[in-house]
């Protein structure tokens, strides 16, 4: 999926984001430096709560039990990829948060020219 402002419009990429169709890597590439990191937070917080909820489920991926350290803030790529489209839904959801507003936007996507 080509994520460029002069084929695709604000609308269509934040529709696209929110059904689960976006990746979280391409979507932070559109949200200024700055609004990077609190992006990345968010989806850390959700990672997070996949791994809590699949480490307490008494179903872990290993015979001996969840190899994860949730002490240190150990995350497990497992439950993700398990709940597929909808963590990717979860994180976009962040994103369409700040994504909304124009000024979180690099510049490309400031104005709608695909309109």
Known sequence: MDINPNTITIDQVTRLAVEGQLSKDPLAQLLVPEKRTAYADACARIETAY???????????????????????ETCLQPLLRAGREYQK??????ARLFSDPRNRIDAWKADSAA
């Open 90 to 95: 979860k994180c976009a959801e962040e994103w």
């Open 51 to 73: 791994t809590c909820a699949c480490g307490t489920s008494g179903d872990p991926c290993l015979e001996s039990g969840c190899s994860i350290d949730h002490e240190h803030g």
